[in-house]
């Protein structure tokens, strides 16, 4: 699918202390073009749950709605699209068996994988994490603004900006070259949903450089 660059936030869904499906519908309501389920750790049948639950919110709007990590349960979810990691089944296997995804993303850690990108043709690409974040267990190397701002500058796709980002740091984010952001904890820990969104809207919309 033809992903449209400039779209901003990207709303990763992970432990939400208000729900799944009430991330989803917030995520809906503030027009956000993507909400993506990331449950590690989880059984399939869990996932499963929140992702029909997910889908449900989204379905029939412009928020497309991704599943992490495993194309099968995103098939089995109908969800829009998969978001794969490097060390997840491969995007051309992925497209080849589950062609009723029309949206594959791919996380990218260092500049070799992003230009690795050019040929793999992820429909957007993850650059990160930009800084330290306690959402992974074995969380890769922290790029840092200069690094996130060289694989950003030379992606050859839409490019979304992860780890560690918040209120306060947002602005760097964009000052480094973002058209696109995401977050976890930022929303997820909020128990109104909709107003993180909302605020974290606003700032970005609000820096111009």
Not at 146 to 166: F, H
Request: neutral net charge.
């Amino acid at each position: 699918m033809k992903i449209e660059d400039g779209f901003g936030l990207y709303l990763v869904v992970t432990n939400p202390v208000a729900g799944y499906a009430k991330c989803a519908e917030a995520a809906v309501k503030c027009g956000l073009r993507f909400v993506q389920l990331r449950m590690k750790n989880a059984c399939e049948s869990e996932i499963l749950r929140e992702a029909k639950n997910m889908r449900a919110a989204t379905k029939g709007t412009k928020t497309l709605f991704i599943v992490n990590d495993d194309p099968k349960l995103a098939a089995l979810a109908e969800a829009d699209g998969v978001h794969l990691g490097q060390g997840d089944m491969p995007i051309a296997i992925a497209r080849k068996l589950y062609p009723e995804l029309a949206v594959f993303g791919l996380s990218t850690h260092n500049i070799s994988q992003v230009r690795e990108a050019a040929r793999l043709a992820p429909d957007y690409i993850g650059v990160g994490p930009v800084f330290a974040t306690p959402t992974k267990a074995i969380p890769d190397p922290t790029l840092g603004l200069e690094g996130a701002a060289e694989m950003i500058k030379a992606a050859p796709c839409p490019a979304v900006a992860i780890g560690g980002i918040n209120d306060e740091n947002l602005p760097l984010i964009k000052r480094a070259g973002a058209r696109n952001f995401s977050v976890v904890r930022a929303v997820c820990q909020n128990n109104d949903p909709e107003s993180a969104i909302r605020r974290l809207m606003e700032i970005w919309a609000t820096q111009t450089f």
